[in-house]
T-cell receptor, first 115, second 114 residues
Framework: EDKVVQSPLSLVVHEGDTVTLNCSYE??????LLWYKQEKKAPTFLFML????IEKKSGRLSSILDKKELSSILNITATQTGDSAIYLC???????????????FGPGTRLSVLP | DAEITQSPRHKITETGRQVTLACHQT?????MFWYRQDLGHGLRLIHY???????NKGEVSDGYSVSRSNTEDLPLTLESAASSQTSVYFC?????????????FGPGTRLTVL
């Protein structure tokens, strides 16, 4: 069964801390791994990772994929209260001869950044 | 600007009633998806469509149906609403076979089944 696991499920830090969120997956025919940030609205896209070992960076956020370990991490440096959100990891895979998009989402990590 | 919208944003209904949630996107995307989000489960795929007249079951499709009569719309129908279907529902769309597989999400519909 295809699945995505995220850890920790919940995390409380103080402003200025650095956090690392983890995502591991078990899927066949992996295509890509995506990170989303969800606040009190629909998730917003952060990163899409397809190649192992290549870090993607956007401001204080960065992410990297390890295909050998079937995992990815999302780092947030110098956290701010505005980073408080649920961070979702999703994996896209190909199913049989279906070349469309198939996704499985993890349960999310709830990050709370205290002032 | 292109966008994806959902309606209604909030809905309260009774068990056994039929409910339809609307999703409309103006990106001309071929792919459209319906998810439900519940605490502890993250997003779970209900149904999806890769184009007009195409529909496919997702992970939690029981009790739900969709139809795709045009590119812009993918309405989600609960044939006989159950309390277990109380959830927040997200619709999403994406380009097919594009270099960026990013999904664009609607604002969500909060459904309460009493």
């Amino acid at each position: 069964e295809d699945k995505v696991v995220q850890s920790p499920l919940s995390l409380v830090v103080h402003e200025g801390d650095t956090v690392t969120l983890n995502c591991s997956y078990e899927v066949t025919n992996f295509r890509s791994l995506l990170w989303y940030k969800q606040e009190k609205k629909a998730p917003t896209f952060l990163f899409m990772l397809t190649s192992s070992g290549i870090e993607k960076k956007s401001g204080r956020l960065s992410s990297i994929l390890d295909k050998k370990e079937l995992s990815s991490i999302l780092n947030i440096t110098a956290t701010q209260t505005g980073d408080s959100a649920i961070y979702l990891c999703a994996v896209e895979y190909r199913e049989g001869d279906n070349y469309g998009q198939n996704f499985v989402f993890g349960p999310g990590t709830r990050l709370s950044v205290l002032p | 600007d292109a966008e994806i919208t959902q309606s209604p944003r909030h809905k309260i209904t009774e068990t056994g009633r039929q409910v339809t949630l609307a999703c409309h996107q103006t990106w001309n995307h071929n792919n459209m998806f319906w998810y439900r989000q519940d605490l502890g489960h993250g997003l779970r795929l209900i149904h999806y469509s890769y184009g007009v007249q195409d529909t496919n079951k997702g992970e939690v499709s029981d009790g739900y149906s969709v139809s795709r009569s045009n590119t812009e719309d993918l309405p989600l129908t609960l044939e006989s609403a159950a309390s277990s279907q109380t959830s927040v529902y997200f619709c999403a769309s994406s380009e097919q076979r594009g270099p960026n597989n990013e999904q664009f999400f609607g604002p969500g519909t909060r459904l309460t089944v009493l």
